[in-house]
């Protein structure tokens, strides 16, 4: 357990409902990503932030998905309008900004859209 | 549980033997790198890092290695444990000192034989 918490572990949903993930980075963390994984494949980045700021954004990161992080504690994950594309893992890591840091990965959420 | 191993290429090692796990990276200019292992439905979890300034560093049985001049990173596992088995993924920071997003290789599964 790296202390990074994911909630829920796993979703299933029908096409075109809206869908919110939720992430709990390790509690003196400034940085959080949010990454997402197909089956067979590493992860790709889609977006993170320092403290409430959101600093990067993916190209892969749709009008349908919005990130927040209103507190610079905890973050959401919101996809709306789901497509069957949007069956991956996503994942959430968090880091401490200094010269060299790691970032360490929660257990995911499993979304699956029928 | 779900597999992330589909479709990846495996080393499969006997158990006792020592294990070489070996990564391509892709962007001259980064100057981080992590090997993450993962386990079925699980995140990614660390194991070792390495900065650019150094070709060589030594964690608890892992090694890796860092050739720059080649692009090529490599994990080296001393006396393998079926604890092991998973599929292992080495990552590059791109942006030099930035502290931000990953960029994941290609997974290997390691299969470790009783």
């Known amino acids: 357990d790296t202390g990074v918490s994911q909630d829920p572990r796993h979703k299933i949903t029908k096409r075109g409902q809206n869908v919110t993930f939720r992430c709990d980075p390790i509690?003196?963390?400034?940085?959080l990503y949010w990454y997402r994984q197909t089956l067979g494949q590493g992860p790709e980045f889609l977006t993170y932030?320092?403290?409430?700021?959101?600093?990067?954004k993916s190209r892969l990161l749709s009008d349908r998905f919005s990130a927040e992080r209103p507190k610079g504690s905890f973050s959401t994950l919101e996809i709306q309008r789901t497509e069957q594309g949007d069956s991956a893992m996503y994942l959430c890591a968090s880091s401490l900004v200094k010269h060299t840091d790691t970032q360490y990965f929660g257990p995911g959420t499993r979304l699956t859209v029928l | 549980g779900e597999s992330v191993g589909l479709h990846l290429p495996t080393l499969s090692v006997q158990e006792g033997d020592n294990s070489i796990i070996n990564c391509a990276y892709s962007?001259?200019?980064?100057?981080?790198f992590i090997w993450y292992k993962q386990e079925s439905g699980k995140g990614p979890q660390f194991i070792i890092d390495i900065r650019s300034n150094m070709d060589k560093r030594q964690g608890q049985r892992v090694t890796v290695l860092l050739n720059k001049t080649v692009k090529h990173l490599s994990l080296q596992i001393a006396a393998t444990q079926p604890g092991d088995s998973a599929v292992y993924f080495c990552a590059e920071e791109p942006n030099t000192g930035a502290n931000s997003k990953l960029t994941f290789g290609k997974g290997i599964t390691l299969s470790v034989r009783p």
């Open positions: 932030f320092q403290n409430e700021a959101q600093l990067e």
């Open positions: 509690s003196e963390h400034n940085r």
């Open positions: 962007n001259s200019a980064s100057d981080y």
